[in-house]
């Protein structure tokens, strides 16, 4: 299957795009590059691991796509403390993050092959 037909692929495109739409304004750019790199981490390492040629290479750069998101909600919140992001939105996009990451650990479960 390739990348593009995974729905978390397309989520986390779509919320790597909103995010750095939101913060064009902010004038905080060593935090701008910091958040946008995390944002756009998680569906460049799905696709890098769906590139791969094996299901265990894949799970790898899932993890590291996972472990992005964890990165991206902290700067999120971060970021709603420090009014850089209204809050409605910010919290928006922690959950749409966090549903993100649950899917990202289901697919490493199939990936690794221990589906339940």
């Excluded at 390739?2 to 064009?24: G, P, Q, T």
């Excluded at 304004?25 to 590139?51: H, M, W």
């Excluded at 939105?89 to 589906?115: D, N, Y």
């Amino acid at each position: 299957m390739s990348f593009e037909k995974l729905y978390v692929w397309k989520k986390s495109s779509r919320l790597a795009v909103d995010i750095v739409k939101s913060l064009k304004s902010c004038k905080r750019y060593g935090f701008v590059d910091q958040i946008t790199r995390s944002a756009l981490s998680i569906p460049s390492n799905i696709s890098e691991g769906e590139e791969r040629e094996t299901a265990a290479e894949s799970a790898r750069f899932l993890y590291f796509a996972k472990g992005s998101c964890g990165e991206l909600i902290t700067q999120l919140y971060i970021a709603i403390e420090l009014g850089y992001i209204p809050k409605q939105q910010g919290m928006s996009f922690i959950c749409e993050a966090k549903h993100i990451s649950v899917m990202l650990a289901k697919l490493i479960k199939i990936r690794k092959g221990v589906v339940s």
